[in-house]
Structure formats: structure tokens, C-alpha cells
């Protein structure tokens, strides 16, 4: 059974280094253009981690797959350079899409894949629904936020530290679901 806090906690620590970029874009694009963009890049990533994840349950066992929790916790510690290019010319909403998929799907993939690894397709068509409400939320609040000046500085100087706890916090609680960590008592 999918924990809507987990998904809400994994969206949102997987996409705050964006969210400032999110800001960057609703100001160069129509708000409408930059929600579309967003939605499908998030859509198409988590549609990957599913699949992916489908595929390795085919060869392993659950909590095996546990071990997948690993990913995020070495991103909470490992630095990575986020810098696109500016995708001038083009159609809006496919330079959104490209700016997410370049700055995130790296860390999408290996946040969501864990997550997602042991959950039905109906449980994944409602998180698909969660996410996508969460991802238009968001754009939604950044638009209004984007004009307060407390904010942006809050992000920029304690954006990335949280960023990395929220990794952490998932990594291990894939351990625990995944039934991995009761496993390995057991094995002791």
C-alpha cells in the first residue's frame, strides 16, 4: 500500500533543487506553459522508475530490492552539478519539459524507482493522480511565492541541506518497507 506522506516527502525532496528554477521559468514563460512542461516531465519519470521497477521484481525478491534505498542516501552525500543550458528557441513547454528531465532525471529515477518498486498498477495509477495534483500545486504556490525576496534567500541558503535529509529519510524508509531491514535481523 502506497504512504501518501512518503510520496508527498520523496516529490518534494527530489524537485526542491528545481523549484528554483521553477521560479526562473515562470518568469520567462507563460504559467500555463511551465505547469504542462513540469507535469509531463514528472509524469514521464515516474512512468520509468515504475517500469523499471516492475522489471527487477521479475528476478528479485522485495526485500532484496531493499537495497535499492541505498540510491537516495548516496545522494544526500554526493555533489552533482545541476547547470543546463539555456534551451532558446523551441516550443515553451518542451524547454520546461527538457530543463526538468536534464536537472532531475538522474535523481528522480534512482529516488522514485525504490519507492515504487513493490506498488500495483493501481496503487502507481493513483500515485501518477497524487503526483500530478503535488506537481500543479506546486507551480502553483511558486508563481505566488516568487515575487517574496525572504523567500529566495531561504532557499538558496538552506535548500540543499534539506534536500539532503529528505534523501536520507527515504533511503531508509525503503530499507524498513521493503522488509529488508527485518530480514537481515532475521538473518543475524
Same mark, same amino acid.
Given at each position: $500500500? $502506497?504512504?501518501?506522506?512518503?510520496? +508527498?516527502l520523496? %516529490?518534494?525532496?527530489?524537485?526542491? *533543487?528545481? %523549484?528554483? $528554477?521553477? @521560479?526562473f521559468?515562470l518568469?520567462k514563460?507563460? #504559467? !500555463?506553459? @511551465?505547469?504542462l512542461?513540469?507535469?509531463?516531465?514528472?509524469l514521464?519519470?515516474?512512468? +520509468?522508475?515504475?517500469? @523499471?521497477?516492475? +522489471?527487477?521484481?521479475?528476478?528479485?525478491?522485495?526485500?532484496?530490492?531493499g537495497?535499492?534505498?541505498?540510491?537516495? /542516501? !548516496?545522494?544526500?552525500?554526493?555533489d552533482?552539478? *545541476? *547547470?543546463?543550458? *539555456?534551451?532558446?528557441?523551441?516550443?515553451p513547454?518542451?524547454?520546461?519539459? @527538457?530543463?526538468? #528531465?536534464?536537472?532531475?532525471?538522474?535523481c528522480?529515477?534512482?529516488?522514485?524507482?525504490p519507492v515504487?518498486?513493490?506498488?500495483? $498498477?493501481?496503487?502507481f495509477v493513483?500515485?501518477?493522480? %497524487? /503526483?500530478?495534483?503535488l506537481?500543479?500545486?506546486?507551480?502553483?504556490?511558486?508563481?505566488?511565492v516568487?515575487?517574496i525576496?525572504?523567500?529566495?534567500?531561504? /532557499?538558496?541558503?538552506?535548500?540543499?541541506?534539506?534536500?539532503?535529509?529528505?534523501?536520507v529519510? &527515504?533511503? #531508509?524508509?525503503v %530499507? !524498513?518497507d521493503?522488509?529488508l531491514?527485518?530480514?537481515? &535481523?532475521?538473518?543475524l
Amino acid at each position: $500500500m $502506497m504512504h501518501y506522506g512518503v510520496l +508527498a516527502l520523496t %516529490f518534494l525532496s527530489v524537485n526542491l *533543487d528545481f %523549484f528554483l $528554477m521553477l @521560479v526562473f521559468l515562470l518568469k520567462k514563460y507563460r #504559467l !500555463w506553459q @511551465v505547469l504542462l512542461g513540469y507535469l509531463l516531465g514528472n509524469l514521464i519519470l515516474l512512468t +520509468a522508475s515504475f517500469f @523499471v521497477g516492475k +522489471a527487477l521484481t521479475l528476478f528479485l525478491p522485495e526485500w532484496l530490492l531493499g537495497f535499492l534505498g541505498v540510491l537516495p /542516501i !548516496w545522494l544526500a552525500f554526493h555533489d552533482d552539478d *545541476d *547547470d543546463t543550458a *539555456d534551451r532558446a528557441g523551441g516550443s515553451p513547454v518542451i524547454n520546461v519539459l @527538457v530543463t526538468y #528531465l536534464a536537472v532531475c532525471a538522474g535523481c528522480n529515477l534512482s529516488i522514485f524507482l525504490p519507492v515504487l518498486v513493490g506498488e500495483s $498498477m493501481v496503487h502507481f495509477v493513483m500515485t501518477l493522480g %497524487f /503526483i500530478g495534483i503535488l506537481t500543479m500545486l506546486v507551480v502553483l504556490i511558486i508563481n505566488q511565492v516568487a515575487e517574496i525576496k525572504a523567500v529566495q534567500k531561504q /532557499i538558496a541558503a538552506h535548500g540543499e541541506r534539506l534536500m539532503k535529509i529528505c534523501y536520507v529519510v &527515504i533511503g #531508509l524508509y525503503v %530499507f !524498513w518497507d521493503s522488509g529488508l531491514i527485518s530480514h537481515l &535481523i532475521a538473518f543475524l
